[in-house]
């Protein structure tokens, strides 16, 4: 896992394995870790971060050790070679689950014959942050075999690594994170839960093309994260299956959408959040289900992560805690779009590829918004399904071109949000921002859903209201909010939209965009897959952050930059083009475009 420029490098990134002394090993190891900025380290970990990634990931991850196994004859010998180094620890050892466990699968021992401790001696960063060198120590009891196991790990060095805590950690930003470093190479690679410390651990292999010598990567998050962990376990899982496991996996996903839809339409999540632990049999009755076909479902969501088994019952784990009505940010209504309408329209997948007409269109005679139209209780659905992709504002109302209309002196600043739904974004603009006013254009029907939320909290009086459609842009405002609209639209009608939004801007405004960005890589993502939902089900795309620009190029519109969102989502920031605004062409009247979400 070394790069090709390793002979440029430092002599501290030499991996600890390379020196056959622990007191040298050591050292090395603290050199290293005494050098390191988190950023650089990110880059050289992880080649092809962009700069926005970039900032983001270091916003999240903070370097904190480099760690090695050491093998001491007892206790008192590490603690007299890590004075040697001038590495002092004055804490007790604790005991290492992760590495014991990895210790004895790797040479085929029983975990109780291996006691693996930590110490984790204080190293001074750049700046004079906290850092460690993370020592495990296996002491070389004789006739244990542990000089076995010390040959063969000096030799590969399986546990020195790398690692970075997480700050605020919580299971949204972890997919994230995770998610991230897939992306750009590294590979699962284990991890564990330490009750010990309350602190659950992600191991990665480093990417081929790595430019430090230590060949792992370890993501630290304080508390117990084990949903998370379960999923990060399950991707290394997947990826020793054989390809007909793989592909077997696969063609299961529509019983897993089934299974989850299931589980919201009966209320499981409602009803464990009500008594955790409750029997099945007890539960069946509570939600009217077959005792028999419930204790299959529920065997199923446990596989899934959605329950865990506890004693002679369920309770919900983090992620089926999301599927309950009543939760902050529920995916409930979600599920129940993706396992209804969404889920029979993709059953005439292959008709839009051939045809391009949207499959929700061929089944049900008109586009979703028209039929959403008809059918208030769906129409709700939808609304509340949109809702539940809010986690993905958090970090907007921090963004640049808010602070400053926040800032801004002489007058009250506004923020315009195009299609906002029932104002989650503009709310959480606005709680953010108590000097701004907010402006929420939408359709009648959503619209006085919005008002009656909003004015029921802190930011009511700040917000106006004003019902209609593209054509109604309002002039006027500083900040132009346009999230997950453009996905809904083919180009020509992106087009329509955007020259809406361009001439009612002044030449100070910025239109500030939240959309998916396909990678331009092919690596994995959510865009892709919400790419194959929107031509299926609207007729629209994800696209990339160069065509976004073009759209927005060729109505008079200039993209400045785009930055990282949860969920997979960007911030795209353009302003007005520098020329003359009057050359930006009017839309015709054939060119209308309603509203749609």
Known sequence: MYSDDRSTMPTTDAPPSLVDDDAARLSAAADFVREQDTSVLLARVLPGLDGPELRALTDRCRFTHAALLVFPTDEGALRARLADCGLACDGAAQPSVVVRDRLAARHHRDPADLDVRILRPAVAGPDGEQRAVEVFALALTPGSGSDRIAERERRHDHEAHLAFDVVRPDPLVLRGLLASFARHGAAPDGGGYNPHENGTVFYFTAPAGTKTAYGRVELYACGDHRDVLDEHLADRTDAAEGPAESLLRMLTGAWTTQALATCAELRLPEALGRRPGIGTAELAREVGARTEGLATLLRYLAMLGVVAEDGDGYRLTGAGALLDGRAPSSMRALALMYGGPFYQSFAHLTRTVRTGQPGFEHLYGENH?????????????????????????????????????????????????????????????????????????????????????????????????????????????????????????????????????????????????????????????????????????????????????????????????????????????????????????????????????
């Open 369 to 597: 918004f028209d039929h959403f139209a008809h059918r208030p209780d769906l129409s709700a659905l939808f609304d509340q399904s949109m809702a539940a992709s809010a986690p993905m504002f958090d970090p907007l109302p921090d963004h640049p071109v808010l602070t400053a209309a926040a800032d801004a002196t002489g007058r009250e600043r506004t923020v315009v949000d195009i299609a906002g739904g029932t104002g989650e974004l503009l709310e959480r603009v606005l709680t953010r921002h108590p000097g701004l006013r907010g402006t929420l254009l939408e359709r009648p029907r959503v619209l006085a859903a919005a008002r009656a939320r909003l004015t029921a909290g802190p930011v009511g009086a700040r917000c106006d209201y004003l019902a209609g459609d593209f054509a109604d842009v309002p002039p006027g405002g500083d900040v132009y909010l346009l999230s997950r609209v453009l996905h809904d639209w083919d180009d020509d009608r992106c087009r329509s939209i955007l020259r809406y939004c361009a001439d009612a801007m002044s030449p100070d405004a910025d239109l500030l965009i939240v959309e998916r960005l396909l990678p331009t890589d092919g690596a994995p993502s959510l865009a892709t897959a919400w790419d194959l939902h929107m031509m299926c089900n609207t007729g629209g795309q994800e696209r990339t952050a160069d065509h976004y620009a073009r759209l927005l190029s060729d109505c008079g519109l200039r993209l400045v930059g785009h930055t990282p969102l949860p969920l997979g989502a960007h911030t795209l920031h353009a302003r007005p083009a520098e020329r003359v605004r009057a050359d930006v062409r009017k839309v015709s009247p054939g060119e209308f475009v309603p509203f749609g979400r």
